[in-house]
DNA sequence: TATGAATGAGTGTTCATTCAT
DNA sequence: GATGAATGAACACTCATTCAT
């Protein structure tokens, strides 16, 4: 009996994660309160008694599908830490990291619904989870901030905290326009959105002849 | 007798008007399916029944109080048409209509809470309901960049539509951010996302001594 | 004040008609659970309070529409008491009495669908009620057949208690069979089943070349 | 296994039949209004969700009880096509299946009160259901009638369409009148209205010395 | 281990009735 | 007397969760 040992042990992890696959597409595009037990359950065609074999409740399938979003999330930021040695080198660092993680919302829309529309307001611990996600987030982007600042790429006087918050912001901002685009244009837009972006990064919105910093 | 004439009608309407208040906050701190029709009720002192007098349904009450939000937004954005002359004028002006709606957002702790958190994923009808408010935001801010760019103030370039949107997610974040610092903090934590704001705005995160639009 | 003393009163009564009038009406059109005391109320545009002064409550009103009913019924059948002195005029006379109890029916959709419909089920007293009235209907019929055995019109041997119900039970189909019939159509309707049913109230179904009874 | 392989299945046809069993008990004694989800699911011992596993809501349960009564009711009138070839058969045959109709709604106290009382004023589709019901009930007696006429065995004038139904009445009716007797009164009464129907429907009420018809 | 039948707490909603004005 | 605002008992229906098989 000792060599079945991991087998069913591995079959449940494996139908664990069929079970978090289906509700973070149901959740997604359902919505929580419209997404049931017995829709996940169904879905795989599972008894849904069977489901609390696996999560202890309902509040547990939601927080293992926003783990795994955040997960999804912390992929895309680290592994690029920041280093750029040129200003060009930086503003292109800056540039990749933010399409990247720009990508990742464009690229699954559930990730995007799920994190910004559907954790929000069902449960404390989810909120906090979600909020951590985004503090990790905005640390990433502080770092590249201070990095920027400390090889005097960026203004000394940058308030590294806020502004990191407020590009992240602009980033999840961008990934909602591209969202509201038709499916066919999104790539259009995607570029429309992060060159928008990038340019209010960099520049802010001034740069005019007459503009207030140009005198 | 004439004198005691509306008295009955405005009793209703005030009533009606507390009903809104109550379900205001009741929403905004326990959340949409956390509060009852009996809980509002109950805060009121009314019988549950009487809410239907007034509100043909849980939905309907929501609606009242989205509504409520959205023209407490409209109200700030109305009021300071586009149209100084100068630079300096200018950058005043988009500063002061800034600051103004932060202010609406940060000074209604619920506010921010019902359009930004409980609004989401209720009801079709709410969803649109808040884009449009979002986007009504959207176009004021996008009118003021215009006239920026008419003048000469901001760069001929600028993708106005886009950047309208990216301000006013800046605008929210950094509401979110005072509302998550202790509320005896608030007032300089909101000078501070109010300067990061602005800076990011008019200048980008660049001007560093080595910064890529240095050269 | 004495010269006024039956004014008020006067009215009262008239308002009291008023209300079952309209309740009478709107009983039969939507039937009893659809018809509210507001809507008897606002039909008249009445307070529903006011409804309260002049009944005690839903049931009673429901009462007063079936006493009138009752009260139709019952003007029918009087005033033409069993006489005839021979057989063409009794046959003549019986044939008058059911016509103008079909007429009742038929002449008055609502008076038919109160009775036959929306009484049934509402309420023990209501029923025992109708049951009274069908009884006395009954009542007459027996007589007229009485008078007729007595007479040598009609069979000895008749079970005139039974036969009666039967008899009233085939008006009231009559009328039912009428009201099923497009409005244009139901005078001619109408005067088939009349002859269908004094066809077999007088010969039965029998009398074919080979009928049983026939030898 | 596979002599058990149906018996889950089988045990839940069994506990739906058991609901509608109660249903039918319950809507017939108390009347629909009066018989609410819990009171038949406490009947049964079921917590009142369960019934929701066996019908979609109350509306269904009691057409379910409908369906059943005109099941009982359809079953008694077929398989005794209508065939005889004698008079005295024929006739014969038209007690039998009268006097089987007549038993169904005697024996049964609940099917006449459901079928003639509960149905009534509920629902459009249970209306209609009903009514078909009748609708089919006429046809047989219909066609016997004119089969009686084609033979000759009653009058070639007869309207078999309307006095089908007048016949079906009489029935009915009779069988209101058993259930108004004492039960223990009941088999004798059922012969009594038996043969005060089947003379009304064979020979009418004349026949007297100075009877209308005898001249 | 998988199942799904059973469960009942919970909630939105209706409407007859009361009563202060 | 007339009114209609307020009331809350009552009820249909949902769905997360349990547990016997």
């Keep these: 009996m000792s060599f079945t040992y991991n ?16 509700a973070y597409r149901l959740f997604a595009e359902r919505g929580y309160h419209q997404t049931h037990v017995s829709t996940i359950a169904a879905e795989l065609q599972l008894g849904h008694g069977t489901f609390y074999r696996y999560f202890e409740n309902k509040l547990a399938i939601f927080v293992a599908v926003i783990d795994r979003v955040i997960a999804r999330l912390s992929e895309v930021t680290v592994g690029d830490p920041p280093g750029a040695e040129s200003a060009a080198a930086y503003r292109e660092q800056v540039e990749r990291i933010g399409a990247r993680l720009f990508d990742v919302f464009t690229g699954d829309p559930h990730l995007a619904r799920i994190v910004l529309v559907e954790a929000v ?50 980033i999840l901002e961008g990934a909602r326009g591209v969202l509201r685009a038709e499916s066919g244009a999104r790539s259009e837009e995607g ?4 060159s928008a972006a990038i340019a209010l990064l960099f520049e802010g919105v001034g740069g005019g002849a007459g503009a207030p910093g140009s005198t």
Excluded: K
């Design 7 to 22: 087998v069913p042990r591995r079959r449940n992890e494996r139908l664990r994660e069929q079970i978090v696959d289906a």
């Design 121 to 170: 307001g069902i449960d404390e611990l989810v909120s906090a989870r979600v909020e951590a996600a985004f503090s990790i987030m905005a640390a990433v982007t502080r770092a590249y901030l201070e990095h920027g600042v400390a090889r005097g790429f960026l203004r000394a006087e940058l308030d590294c905290e806020r502004t990191a918050r407020l590009i992240n912001a602009c």
């Design 191 to 194: 570029a429309r959105w992060r």
